[in-house]
């Protein structure tokens, strides 16, 4: 079973771009097609923000956008907003399992 | 209402059972859809813990399969979660979760609910 790698934390001004990174650790990733981001604010459930890699669910503003380069993955937040502040998870579907990475808090100074 | 709605004890002692039921409202539970738990240790990321559809099949995270059960009564819309011979460890805001069939996301989420173990 593979694992996922995400930066602890990633910082950015409003306006600017930042980008996280989820990298797969497996000896079989398989296509890693099946990536998903999950936004998460304090005390607060976690809401779909990104499928499919680079998918965007109805509502969520197009300054989210996800890729893929090989065994990585990414989030890119364009234009960044002070409600962007929060922790962003990622997840991989493999085999008949899913796996999330560790977690990052993106500060918005 | 809320769609997704966790109800349990708040607080098990080590070696028990953890017992939590989720509360549907809005959604069938006889079409495409999948129901699960997530799980976020308090500080720490999410783990799967597995999720059921509405005839009762299952898949779970092969790290806890040995200590977990799911089951599903669509008569009351509701699911719920046992996982056995809990420990510390086992101490997390429990959320209850919706996929859509071949949809490998999670497009709906409960707000969570804290369980402690602890004696």
């Known amino acids: 079973q593979s694992a996922l790698t995400q930066p602890r934390s990633v910082s950015g001004s409003p306006g600017q771009s930042v980008t996280i990174s989820c990298t797969a650790i497996s000896s079989d990733i398989g296509d890693y097609k099946y990536v998903s981001w999950y936004q998460q604010h304090p005390g607060k459930a976690p809401k779909l923000m990104i499928y499919d890699v680079y998918k965007r669910p109805s509502g969520v503003p197009d300054r989210f956008s996800g890729s893929r380069s090989g065994n990585t993955a990414s989030l890119t937040i364009s234009g960044l907003q002070t409600e962007d502040e929060a922790d962003y998870h990622c997840?991989?579907?493999?085999?008949?399992?899913?796996?999330f990475g560790g977690g990052t808090k993106l500060t918005v100074l | 209402q809320v769609p997704l709605q966790e109800s349990g004890p708040g607080l098990v002692k080590p070696s028990d059972t953890l017992s939590l039921t989720c509360a549907v409202s809005?959604?069938?539970?006889?079409?495409?859809?999948?129901w699960g738990w997530i799980r976020q240790p308090p500080g720490k990321g999410l783990e799967w813990i597995g999720y059921i559809n509405y005839s009762g099949t299952t898949y779970y995270n092969p790290s806890l399969k040995s200590r977990v059960t799911m089951s599903v009564d669509t008569s009351k819309s509701q699911f719920s979660l046992d996982l056995t011979s809990v420990t510390a460890v086992d101490t997390a805001v429990y959320y209850c979760?919706?996929?859509?069939?071949?949809?490998?996301?999670?497009?709906?989420w409960g707000r969570g609910t804290l369980v402690t173990v602890s004696s």
């Open positions: 979760v919706k996929k859509i069939g071949a949809q490998w996301y999670f497009d709906l």
């Open positions: 997840c991989s579907f493999e085999g008949s399992t899913f796996i």
């Open positions: 809005g959604y069938s539970m006889h079409t495409d859809n999948w």
